[in-house]
């Protein structure tokens, strides 16, 4: 995931862009056609501002409504020799029975050199947070997998990194679109970007860049 900001701000510097990492915004003041940004280091004068935070910085920083709430879930790397085969291919398993854990997927399967050649990776999420430790997640991943392919054995699958992330998305419950903040909601030439003007995922965050981007275009 970390490849698309990386292919993104590359091709920006081609452009002739200047990217400054590390800079905490305190302020963003639209001031006519101008807008202010000031950073603790600095007050800078632009033509204008994209903001690209979480909805509540967002919030924060514009004055516009963004979604309230979060949603968590733990995300946990796993190995297990190359030579055991699944036979899943590059399909997300879904856990019909509950989710212990919701989902694993084969990530080495879609791209082989996130693992050395003689291991496969797998990860396996679990939604909201939870008060089991890691290991105590990775066990229960063990026992749903050998449940779900009872010709395998799973004693030697390794947790490799356990994620605990408390904001994944912002709840979207039925008919959630219709109160999300327009790109252009901020005044003056500031505009908002974010999967939180579109819907939760890497898809409505690259769409919302790029109608940021149309706005002030």
């Not at 797998?122 to 449940?147: H, I, K, P, T, Y």
Request: charged content about 25%; some cysteine; hydrophobic content about 40%.
């Amino acid at each position: 995931m970390g490849a698309i900001p990386e292919q993104l701000g590359a091709r920006a510097r081609e452009a002739g862009a200047s990217i400054e990492l590390g800079a905490e915004v305190a302020a963003v003041a639209p001031d006519g056609d101008r807008v202010t940004v000031e950073t603790a280091g600095e007050t800078i004068d632009a033509d204008a501002a994209v903001v690209a935070t979480d909805p509540k910085t967002a919030g924060d920083l514009t004055g516009v409504a963004t979604p309230t709430g979060a949603k968590a879930c733990v995300t946990q790397h796993l190995s297990l020799p190359a030579h055991r085969d699944l036979r899943t291919g590059r399909r997300i398993v879904l856990n019909s029975a509950d989710d212990r854990p919701n989902t694993v997927s084969p990530t080495s399967e879609a791209q082989p050199a996130y693992a050395p050649d003689d291991e496969q990776l797998f990860v396996a999420n679990f939604l909201g947070e939870q008060d089991a430790s890691d290991e105590e997640l990775a066990d229960e991943v063990r026992d749903a997998m050998a449940s779900w392919f009872p010709e395998a054995r799973f004693d030697d699958l390794e947790l490799r990194h356990t994620d605990r992330v408390d904001f994944a998305q912002f709840p979207q419950p039925p008919g959630f679109r219709d109160d999300l903040p327009a790109p252009d909601a901020p005044e003056g030439n500031v505009v908002l970007a974010g999967d939180y003007t579109r819907w939760c995922s890497i898809q409505g965050s690259m769409e919302s860049g790029k109608v940021a981007a149309d706005r002030l275009d």
